[in-house]
Structure formats: C-alpha cells, structure tokens
C-alpha cells in the first residue's frame, strides 16, 4: 500500500456520557492515549444509532445518561448486537445499581472522577479480550478492493471486511484479479461491484449513503453469493 493509503486498523471506541464536558475530557484523553474515537452520544437511541453506522470495538459507557433509558439498559442491546465490549464509567456506589451493573458482564469499570491510568488500563484489559475473539472467517480469501474516496468511511469500511477474513487492498491494481470492487465508478474489472452512492438507486449492485455496517456487510454477501451462481 502507497504513503498515506494505509488502513487504520487502531481500535474504533465509542464514548457514550451524558455530560459534554466530561465527554470532550474523555475524547482527548483517548486521543492523547493514541486511541481512536469513533464518535460519541449522550443518549440510548443515539448512542445505537452510532454503533450500527461505525461497529466499535469498544464502548465507554456512562451508567447514567439523558432520556428514559440508562447505561445498563444500553448494555443489554450491546451483549445482543455481536457482542460489543464495554467498559463502565461510573461514579455510583449503590449495591443494587453495582448489581444491575454486574449482570451484564462488562469487560471492565472506571470509577469517576476518571484518572487516566486507570482508563488506559482498563482499556488495554478489554482489549486483550477483543483480540481473543476468533474472529469470522466468512470472506477468507476473497480479494477486495476499496475505492471510496473518503478517508474515514474507507478505514471503516476495509476494517469490517478485513475482520469478516477478506484481503483488502485500497490502492487500484490491475495486476490483480479482484473478487468485489467496492466504491469507485464501476469499470474497474472485478468479479462484481458495489458502488456507493449519495442516495439510492434501487438497484443490486448500490448501496445509498448512509448505511450501518450491518448493511453493507449483507450487501456484500448478496452480490459475492450472485457472483458466484
């Protein structure tokens, strides 16, 4: 890969805390720490918008947040969407909410007010627990290429094919005879294409902006599925 193609393989982590100040903290914490924020949320529907859109490998998650549902609640849809690793952020000292807690089996607390020992140090622990993960070799030995021109949605997007076992390139190599091609115009030569578009087309072979990772996958799988058929 080419000087400045490379794909970002760090960690995405998720901040989900319901005080912006402490969130911004947290972020730059995290960024000073070397870790890369996928994005942040101060509320149970937005915070799951955020995961089906970036899949992180991680949470940091505030047992308090704004709305009617709370950080446990949260956590439960977590443990049923892959599951999703996440570490608490709480100032609570209460046994019965410590209980709730406990019993959706988080990777990890952090008590507040946060220092930053204790966050690195929990977030190292969770992820050596991610990286025991096996993980889904569905795609194993496909060849794909990924097109899309912008920076981030390409990381996220080669990040996801390269944990389903595809060999992801994002540089054009017509040396290579690519299984899907995603992004780009369509006449890179390829077995098939998923071209991804601003708004949808209604057509197979598109996929209309913005879409959750679970969507994109699926897509993938139908056109590789027609491909081979």
């Keep these: 890969m080419g000087e400045g193609m490379s794909i970002d393989c760090r960690p995405n982590i998720l ?31 937005e915070a799951l918008e955020v995961v089906d859109l970036y899949r992180p490998d991680l949470v940091l998650l505030d047992l308090c947040l704004q709305g ?9 849809q977590l443990r049923n969407k ?6 608490y952020l709480t100032a609570a000292t209460d046994a019965p909410t410590l209980l709730r807690a406990t019993q959706t ?9 946060l220092r930053t020992q204790d966050l690195d140090t929990a977030i190292q622990i969770a992820l ?20 899309e021109a912008d920076d981030g949605l390409r990381r996220l997007l080669a ?10 390139s994002v540089e054009e190599d017509r040396r290579v005879d690519f299984d899907l091609v995603v992004g780009g115009d369509g006449d890179y030569p390829a077995r098939t ?21 679970d969507t994109f996958m699926t897509r993938v799988r139908y056109l590789l599925s027609r491909s081979d058929s």
């Design 193 to 213: 294409h998923l071209l991804l578009t601003d708004y949808e087309q209604h057509r197979p072979d598109r996929l209309g902006k913005p879409f959750s990772l």
């Design 68 to 76: 009617e549902r709370d950080g446990i609640q949260l956590a439960r």
């Design 128 to 147: 050596l627990q991610i990286r025991r993960m096996p993980l889904s070799q569905e795609l194993r030995g496909l060849k794909v290429l990924v097109l």
């Design 159 to 168: 990040r996801a094919l390269l944990r389903h076992g595809a060999n992801v």
């Design 105 to 113: 089996r988080p990777a990890g607390y952090v008590h507040k007010p």
């Design 82 to 87: 892959g599951p999703i690793p996440f570490i």
């Design 15 to 45: 901040v989900v805390e319901d005080e912006a100040p402490i969130a911004a903290d947290l972020e730059g914490r995290l960024n000073d720490l070397g870790y890369r924020v996928c994005g942040c949320a101060d509320n149970y529907v």
